[in-house]
């Protein structure tokens, strides 16, 4: 029986979908050079912001959770033992966005790598897949998590953001959902049907931000995706309406309908070659005021501010305007407490969200003093500061495009700096540097292997 026999419904969108997955399966799509060195910059940062998170609170949380099962498999926690894909996924996705430090998809879709990497490399030591098959479906995961999300300001992700969704949670479902169905070998009806269940559970409300609930929305996302696909190739139907414009999910997320939905154009662009990569760890709608920030700390230095006026495109309000963060994790979702942080010199990387940082005297006074304003039209990738000394003196800085924006892209260099930074604290040079080296030449035969086993647990302090 059909997959689609829970209705009659128009199912175009759906079908195109479930053709795109079947067809992505290793060798069924020719990837350029491109598309590989794309994904190959994804799995490094994925590595470097999911092994530096290894501790982070919302971590330990989840992964004593997943302890308590006690359920067998041979998928791999980072830094923990052996379980079922989908609970291995549960706790390397919420790693992956512990930190708030993992790439985006700048047209809407959201935070890609954590659920899609994350469910490759899980799936494939369940399986036993090779590096070839493990980087087909890690593409297919983003490109179709992209794709469901994109569309920009009036496009998908961007109008579930206004409503209050988080578009990682929402389509980190689908994106895990593929890789698993592609590395599973799913036929078209199974794809659907997986497709099925992802969006019958896709949730997860921008309100939890500044909690532990936004990474743990990654790594629930992965789950969910995992357990879609490993029920649709046991025979579990589902509606494969949903996708639609009409009655699917979006017509429940968006119910005024007010939205424009990007077509399925798989064949005419790789999404990979515009994912953006985090300089700072904190929400991406802080990062050009941030960048503008640091600009002017060597001016600012230790002398006293009067005022701060930054302008801003609204979506930053949306998921970062917390004017008086409490914590400092509320602070990574906060344009005002970054521009701060940036202000008074610090780098804004992770352990800058602690609490010497939050409770700096001098941080805590520029935040008093801070006024951000939300420009229409305004491009979200740019943002314009205005620092008011005591003394009179006006300092301005622009952030024309933000660094690590896919039209100002981090380098090999930059992420290697960046990687280096979270992974040396927690393997060590060498492992860091033997990981780094696998992670960037994955597509050689053993590198898996060689991967997973720099991730074997370690005595940590």
């Given at each position: 029986m059909h997959a689609a026999s829970a209705g009659d419904r128009a199912n175009v969108r759906g079908r195109r979908l479930a053709d795109y997955v079947v067809g992505a399966r290793a060798g069924g799509r020719a990837l350029p050079p491109v598309v590989l060195n794309a994904a190959k910059r994804a799995l490094v940062d994925f590595l470097g912001v999911t092994v530096g998170a290894v501790d982070e609170a919302p971590v330990r949380s989840v992964r004593g959770a997943v302890d308590a099962w006690h359920a067998a498999g041979k998928a791999q926690i980072f830094f923990g033992p052996r379980t079922t894909p989908a609970l291995a996924v549960l706790v390397n996705a919420t790693m992956t966005h512990a930190m708030?430090?993992?790439?985006?998809?700048?047209?809407?879709?959201?935070?890609?790598?954590?659920?899609?990497?994350s469910t490759a490399l899980a799936m494939a030591q369940e399986i036993d897949a090779d590096e070839t098959a493990v980087i087909a479906a890690f593409l297919a995961g983003y490109e179709v998590m992209a794709k469901l999300g994109g569309g920009g300001v009036p496009g998908v992700g961007r109008s579930l953001q206004r409503r209050g969704f988080h578009p990682?949670?929402?389509?980190?479902?689908?994106?895990a959902a593929v890789v698993a169905s592609v590395l599973l070998g799913l036929d078209e009806n199974q794809v659907q049907a997986a497709l099925g269940v992802a969006a019958t559970t896709?949730?997860?409300?921008?309100?939890?931000?500044?909690?532990?609930?936004?990474?743990?929305?990654?790594?629930?996302?992965?789950?969910?995706?995992?357990?879609?696909?490993?029920?649709?190739?046991?025979?579990?139907?589902?509606?494969?309406?949903?996708y639609e414009r009409e009655k699917g999910l979006l017509d429940a997320f968006i119910q005024d309908r007010v939205v424009e939905v990007p077509a399925l154009d798989f064949d005419e662009k790789w999404e990979i070659l515009d994912n953006a990569f985090k300089p700072f760890a904190s929400c991406r709608g802080t990062h050009p005021s941030t960048q503008a920030a640091r600009s002017l700390a060597s001016r600012v230095a230790d002398r006293q501010i009067a005022e701060v006026r930054a302008q801003v495109h609204p979506g930053c309000?949306?998921?970062?305007?917390?004017?008086?963060?409490?914590?400092?994790?509320?602070?990574?979702?906060s344009?005002?407490?970054?521009?701060?942080?940036?202000?008074?010199?610090?780098?804004?990387?992770?352990?800058?969200?602690g609490d010497a940082a939050y409770n700096d005297p001098r941080v805590q006074d520029i935040l008093s003093k801070v006024h951000v304003t939300a420009i229409e039209g305004q491009a979200p990738y740019c943002a314009h500061l205005d620092v008011v000394m005591a003394d009179g003196e006006r300092l301005h800085a622009d952030t024309d495009i933000v660094l690590g924006h896919p039209d100002n892209p981090m380098s090999w260099d930059d992420l290697r700096t960046k990687f280096e930074g979270l992974a040396k604290p927690v393997l060590g040079p060498r492992k860091s540097a033997d990981l780094f080296e696998a992670a960037r030449n994955f597509e050689q035969p053993g590198s898996l292997r060689k991967l997973m086993a720099l991730l074997q647990p370690i005595e940590r302090k």
């Amino acid at each position: 029986m059909h997959a689609a026999s829970a209705g009659d419904r128009a199912n175009v969108r759906g079908r195109r979908l479930a053709d795109y997955v079947v067809g992505a399966r290793a060798g069924g799509r020719a990837l350029p050079p491109v598309v590989l060195n794309a994904a190959k910059r994804a799995l490094v940062d994925f590595l470097g912001v999911t092994v530096g998170a290894v501790d982070e609170a919302p971590v330990r949380s989840v992964r004593g959770a997943v302890d308590a099962w006690h359920a067998a498999g041979k998928a791999q926690i980072f830094f923990g033992p052996r379980t079922t894909p989908a609970l291995a996924v549960l706790v390397n996705a919420t790693m992956t966005h512990a930190m708030d430090f993992d790439d985006t998809h700048p047209m809407g879709g959201g935070h890609p790598s954590g659920p899609c990497w994350s469910t490759a490399l899980a799936m494939a030591q369940e399986i036993d897949a090779d590096e070839t098959a493990v980087i087909a479906a890690f593409l297919a995961g983003y490109e179709v998590m992209a794709k469901l999300g994109g569309g920009g300001v009036p496009g998908v992700g961007r109008s579930l953001q206004r409503r209050g969704f988080h578009p990682t949670s929402m389509f980190g479902r689908m994106g895990a959902a593929v890789v698993a169905s592609v590395l599973l070998g799913l036929d078209e009806n199974q794809v659907q049907a997986a497709l099925g269940v992802a969006a019958t559970t896709a949730g997860g409300l921008v309100g939890s931000f500044g909690t532990y609930s936004k990474p743990f929305h990654s790594g629930k996302a992965a789950m969910d995706g995992v357990l879609a696909a490993q029920l649709a190739a046991n025979g579990f139907m589902a509606a494969t309406h949903l996708y639609e414009r009409e009655k699917g999910l979006l017509d429940a997320f968006i119910q005024d309908r007010v939205v424009e939905v990007p077509a399925l154009d798989f064949d005419e662009k790789w999404e990979i070659l515009d994912n953006a990569f985090k300089p700072f760890a904190s929400c991406r709608g802080t990062h050009p005021s941030t960048q503008a920030a640091r600009s002017l700390a060597s001016r600012v230095a230790d002398r006293q501010i009067a005022e701060v006026r930054a302008q801003v495109h609204p979506g930053c309000l949306v998921t970062a305007g917390k004017p008086h963060p409490r914590t400092p994790l509320e602070g990574k979702f906060s344009v005002a407490f970054c521009i701060s942080l940036g202000l008074a010199g610090y780098e804004v990387v992770a352990p800058d969200f602690g609490d010497a940082a939050y409770n700096d005297p001098r941080v805590q006074d520029i935040l008093s003093k801070v006024h951000v304003t939300a420009i229409e039209g305004q491009a979200p990738y740019c943002a314009h500061l205005d620092v008011v000394m005591a003394d009179g003196e006006r300092l301005h800085a622009d952030t024309d495009i933000v660094l690590g924006h896919p039209d100002n892209p981090m380098s090999w260099d930059d992420l290697r700096t960046k990687f280096e930074g979270l992974a040396k604290p927690v393997l060590g040079p060498r492992k860091s540097a033997d990981l780094f080296e696998a992670a960037r030449n994955f597509e050689q035969p053993g590198s898996l292997r060689k991967l997973m086993a720099l991730l074997q647990p370690i005595e940590r302090k």
